[in-house]
């Protein structure tokens, strides 16, 4: 991901409910990091997986656990 799509990314992920109620994630997905694992986010398989980033703030892996 550019620089320009992680800024659009983290200020989407700001103006989200989650983004609201957990103020520190904003921090960890401006610096590309996992809200759930905490490692970095790596790259994305698709665009929905990107969007999906974008409202959980959860990366491929942690995805794939959650949403099988
Ligand atoms: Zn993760």
Request: proline share 1%; glycine share 6%.
């Amino acid at each position: 991901m550019d620089q320009k799509e992680f800024k659009t990314i983290t200020e989407n992920y700001a103006k989200k409910f989650v983004g609201k109620i957990f103020p520190e994630n904003i921090k960890k997905i401006e610096n590309g990091i996992c809200v759930c694992c905490e490692n970095e986010i790596g790259e994305f398989k698709n665009a929905i997986s990107k969007k999906e980033y974008e409202i959980s703030g959860m990366c491929m892996d942690c995805q794939n656990k959650v949403f099988k």
